[in-house]
């Protein structure tokens, strides 16, 4: 469980910090607005995609370990997509 969580982290921090839509609309009020009116919707965004991110991380795992051998062909599509 704790290499998962440690796999699902490397996995967020990109993701939810990462330039993007979200990130932008924040950028451009923050610009607009300044930092302390626009804080609330940004930790609430980030904090919901962390919070949704890891649940599907971890229903997903727990799916996986009742099917190892589609947890083996998952890894190999996966390997296959990166290379």
């Known amino acids: 469980m704790t290499q998962t969580l440690i796999a699902l982290l490397f996995f967020l921090l990109p993701l939810a910090y990462s330039p993007g839509p979200g990130n932008l609309f924040f950028a451009a009020n923050g610009a607009r607005f300044g930092l ?14 962390w919070v949704v991110t890891a649940a599907f991380g971890l229903g997903f795992w727990g799916a996986l370990q009742a099917a190892p051998e589609l947890f083996a062909a998952l890894k190999l ?4 997509y990166l290379f």
Do not use: D, K, M
């Not at 302390?36 to 995609?49: E, F, K, S």
């Not at 599509?77 to 296959?80: C, K, R, T, V, Y």
């Open 36 to 49: 302390r009116a626009t804080l609330p919707a940004n930790v609430g965004y980030h904090l919901a995609t």
């Open 77 to 80: 599509l996966g390997a296959g």
